[in-house]
């Protein structure tokens, strides 16, 4: 375990290195940031100041070096636009889309796995097929699109919910649900599946010709078993969700991470831009490496694998 | 397994119901004397000299004054803190202040605050972001408690403009103390609004400052309280604005702003802006050989484009065509110039004319408002010009144009506000880097123009220039860009051509 739990971590670490290393060089290749830092209608006398003051003259490779070791005593470098600290606008920012990640995601459970169990008992029927059809709907609808439906329905014609903002809770509960409608597909099809497979186990058999209640047979034998797979993609899900909140934030103009990666695009921000890629892709592997190591403790194969 | 059902409906629906008995009513702003508004952009700083935004310039306005105030309906110039002022030569400028006026933390307004913020911004190591609103400035002087002099580099007839509305002037003692990045969280002045509250990127809340001094000529602000809100979606703001959650957005798109004029209680206005559409093409050869070195070519590309049908089809609203290279209401520029109506078989002859009866392909470079552009590459096609769309971020449009490689560029401008024709053929007919004609005698009419403060020595001068950019055709002056505006219409708001709100004009109905 704790080889395998190593090989993860390097390979992990790897991985940040990596996507660090290229959203550097994307950023540098996509033109001169020096002109877009300068503003517009700069002169080709303040371009060349900034290049200089941002040290955009130096080779790519010493820039990147520079700015890695940099990262790794925790200065992630001031922004050129907000003439502040990278770190503490991330910090705040992470906070607000934490929640937003936190409570989306704690939505698409509530909702898919009551589904799931409930599609995987009832299999082949319409309740199947109303859980299946609200599972497509959520893949398929773009997240952007199914906000401004959630805005025009609950905020303009029902008026139930905040339109957009982010200081009380009502103003979290829209895009919550945009957010996590999205992925409950995956934790559906999963949660049905592995229902569908336990139920049809010996040992569902057993307990049920021990004359357990159903309920007690389905939740407390079937469920635990067919829910370890769902576990591990929260993991990843989570991931994909403070990535994905870019739009959501937009459309409900909710003060977070997602916007400021997006904003911070537009306006070349790059200091910025690459530390956000940096918390983020080693968010995505912090998570991913918990979902592999846990895996590994709950099933054992993989650890031989 | 029904009675699980029963109980995940009865939760569905205790949650539901909470959810609605919580709903806060929707207030009717104008009761509670609040002007929500919303726009895009988050700004960096509310330290109007370190950011470029013209949000930035809607809030320095609301909180601080300048030493000039142009009046939005005649142009003219009035004193604002400055109780009269004289050039004493071209490069003096004179002003005695108004006495008893107070900054919002209590501070008191006098010359030290005016020779304190101009020598700051001028001051090059203090590096301001619009270096062009101060570099004409060498100094200013203080002659006594209430009189300050400005002394300029050299002649800069535009100086009154930026006195006018880019120059607000700081509390000396607070801003010595906070520096710019304090100023920029909790900013100052003796403006009709000061702000009571500021969260980074989401909103500010202006208070009417009850202190205003009584004789400005910016007037006295009415509403109480207005609260910005950063929304950086469109379309959450129109649900803002249908649902009464805003009360005033601006920079609405035209297809939306279309449709919001049908919602009742809303108001949309399509006013006109200083911002024009131009076609900019390579007469001096910069990109190597073209066919805009020949005029023929250029006149051709200026009769063949219906400018009228887009402005009024495309753009809409109070969008009008021009015909010179500036925006009308600019000091300095005529109309009376060669004007080239819509004629594509004139255009087709002169193509012919210039060798090229069977037209030409060319890169045709663009950065904004894409369906415009594609309007003209229409046009063009039909005289057998092949225009090829390129569409490039600004900011690597100019790195494009600064290396020659835009032979053929669809490009805006908006003058920044100022109301003076400097502001637009100084960049562009001066030889600079934007410079694609090249042309010597206009470069010596426009700095003329440009360094007199005799107005009608400037008048002639401009005259000139605009006259031969017309008759050479170096550009094709295309149309005037319109701001969409949508508000509540309890609200009282009058749009000015710098696309500039002033909500201290603005009051309920």
Redesign the interface.
């Known amino acids: 375990m704790l080889h395998y739990t190593c090989k993860r971590i390097a390979l992990a670490l790897l991985v940040a290195i990596t996507v660090s290393f290229l959203s550097f060089m994307l950023v540098r290749v996509s ?2 940031p020096a ?2 830092l300068a ?3 700069a ?2 006398k ?1 371009i060349a100041f900034v290049r200089e003051k941002y040290g955009l003259d130096r080779p790519i490779m010493v820039q990147y070096l520079d700015w890695a070791l940099k990262a790794l005593h925790g200065d992630l470098g001031q922004s050129p ?4 600290n990278v770190s503490a606008i991330i910090g705040h920012r992470l906070k607000v889309t934490m929640t937003l990640g936190a409570s989306a995601l704690l939505f698409a459970l509530t909702l898919s796995i ?1 589904l799931g169990v409930l599609a995987a ?1 009832r299999p082949n029927t319409w309740i199947d097929r109303v859980a299946l059809g609200i599972s497509v709907l959520g893949q398929a609808m773009p997240s952007f699109w199914f906000g ?1 439906i959630l ?2 329905f609950f ?2 014609t029902l ?8 200081s009380s809770w ?1 103003h979290f ?1 829209l895009p919550t649900i945009a957010l996590g409608y999205y992925a409950t597909p995956a934790f559906m099809r999963l949660t049905r599946s592995g229902m569908m497979d336990v139920l049809s186990s010996d040992y569902i058999r057993t307990a049920r010709a021990k004359g357990l209640l ?2 007690s047979v389905l939740f407390k034998h079937a469920l635990r078993n067919a829910i370890i797979p769902v576990v591990s993609v929260v993991a990843v899900q989570l991931g994909f969700m403070l990535g994905g909140s870019v739009v959501i934030e ?4 909710v ?1 977070g991470f997602g ?1 400021l990666a997006y ?1 911070s695009i537009a306006r ?1 921000d790059l200091p910025m831009v690459q530390a956000i890629v940096l918390i983020l892709s080693l968010i995505y592997v912090l998570l991913t490496l918990f979902a592999d190591v846990l895996n590994a403790l709950l099933d054992p194969r993989i650890r031989v694998a | 397994m029904v009675e699980i059902t029963k109980k995940i409906a009865a939760l569905v629906t205790l949650v539901l119901c909470l959810v609605v008995f919580s709903g806060t009513p929707i207030l009717a702003n104008k009761a509670n004397d609040t002007l929500n508004f919303a726009w895009k952009k988050e700004l960096e700083t509310l330290d109007r000299y370190f950011n470029t935004a013209r949000e930035g310039m809607i809030v320095s306005r609301l909180i601080c004054d300048d030493l000039l105030y142009r009046n939005p309906d005649t142009n003219e110039y009035q004193p604002l803190l400055a109780k009269s002022y004289r050039w004493i030569d071209t490069t003096t400028l004179e002003f005695e202040l108004r006495q008893g006026i107070t900054f919002h933390n209590g501070e008191k307004f006098d010359a030290d605050d005016v020779v304190y913020t101009i020598n700051f911004v001028s001051n090059p190591d203090n590096k301001i972001l619009v270096q062009r609103n101060v570099n004409w400035i060498q100094k200013a002087e203080k002659l006594g408690p209430y009189k300050v002099r400005i002394l300029l580099k050299k002649p800069f007839p535009a100086a009154l403009e930026y006195l006018a509305g880019n120059l607000p002037i700081y509390p000396n003692e607070y801003y010595a103390k906070v520096g710019p990045e304090g100023f920029g969280r909790q900013p100052v002045g003796t403006g009709p609004y000061r702000v009571a509250e500021v969260d980074p990127g989401k909103k500010i809340v202006f208070v009417k400052n009850d202190n205003y001094f009584k004789d400005s000529p910016k007037g006295q602000p009415s509403i109480g309280k207005l609260v910005q809100r950063t929304i950086p979606e469109m379309t959450t703001q129109v649900a803002e604005l249908m649902t009464g959650g805003l009360d005033w957005i601006y920079m609405v798109p035209t297809d939306q702003a279309d449709k919001l004029s049908r919602v009742p209680n809303v108001k949309v206005l399509k006013a006109e802006t200083m911002r024009i559409g131009f076609l900019q093409m390579d007469a001096a050869g910069r990109c190597g050989d073209s066919p805009f070195s020949k005029r023929a070519v250029r006149q051709a590309i200026n009769y063949a484009i219906d400018r009228e049908a887009i402005a009024k089809n495309l753009v809409g609203g109070q969008s009008r065509v021009i015909n010179s290279a500036c925006y009308p209401s600019q000091f300095g520029c005529t109309q009376e110039v060669t004007t080239y109506p819509y004629n594509p078989a004139k255009a087709k002859k002169l193509l012919a004319e210039a060798g090229y009866p069977q037209g030409f392909s060319v890169d045709f470079y663009g950065y904004r408002n894409r369906p415009y552009a594609e309007a003209i590459v229409g046009y063009l096609k039909a005289v057998g010009i092949k225009a090829k769309l390129k569409y490039l971020k600004y900011s690597a449009l100019r790195e494009k144009t600064f290396a020659n490689k835009t032979p053929f560029m669809f490009l805006t401008w908006g003058s920044y506000g100022i109301n003076d024709i400097s502001n637009i053929t100084g960049y562009f007919f001066r030889f600079g880097k934007q410079d694609f004609s090249r042309d010597a005698q206009v470069r010596d009419w426009l700095e003329l123009g440009d360094n007199s403060i005799d107005r009608q020595v400037r008048l002639d001068a401009y005259t000139k220039a605009l006259k031969k950019i017309a008759d050479e055709a170096y550009w094709v002056p295309l149309f005037t860009w319109v701001a969409n505006y949508a508000y509540s219409n309890e609200l009282d708001f009058t749009a000015q051509p710098d696309a500039v709100p002033r909500f201290f004009l603005s009051k309920w109905k």
């Open positions: 033109g001169d002109y877009a503003g517009e209608n002169t080709a303040e636009y907000f003439r502040e009551p008992i401004l805005i025009l905020g303009v008026r139930w919910f905040p339109v957009s903002g982010s009502r509960v159903s309920g937009s459309v409900f103009a003060n916007l904003e070349a």
